[in-house]
């Protein structure tokens, strides 16, 4: 089955953003400190390698709550980034009923519990989250990749 498009996390949504503003902000988020530049540069060719990014309303709840973190004017910038970001995506919208009735969601909470619900090998997850990634790949193992493989650590 071929990749259609990807998911990707909270944290890896964050890091588009904020290195999409500026590289050099990246090492000054305080949500970023384990991402380098570099990183930056694998999700951007992870996320050029497919043809569409899909998101959900709680993936951009959460990443548009930890770019809040960061003073104006870049708090203001990564808003307009995430606005354009968002245009560009395809939003996913999953009940929130459907998602907290997953036997994961005790564990994993709301926002990891519908990305399970959406993600599949057509559309796998690009995540840093180890628990999300080993509950994805128990739903099907070529619905996750974990990005932190790529990470120079």
Known sequence: ???TGLFIDASLLVLFVVGSVDRELIR???R???FSIKDFERLI???DAVAKV????NTLTEASNLLAQHRDPER??????LRFIIDKSEEIVVASTNASHRTEFKRLGLTDSVLLEVVSGETPLLTVDLDLY???LEKDPSSAV???HHQDL
């Open 146 to 148: 974990n990005f932190t």
């Open 54 to 57: 899909y998101v959900t309303p």
């Open 134 to 136: 080993l509950a994805a």
């Open 45 to 47: 060719d992870a996320i």
């Open 28 to 30: 000054k988020h305080r």
């Open 32 to 34: 970023l400190q384990r």
């Open 1 to 3: 089955m071929a990749t």
């Open 76 to 81: 203001s910038r990564f808003f307009d980034r």
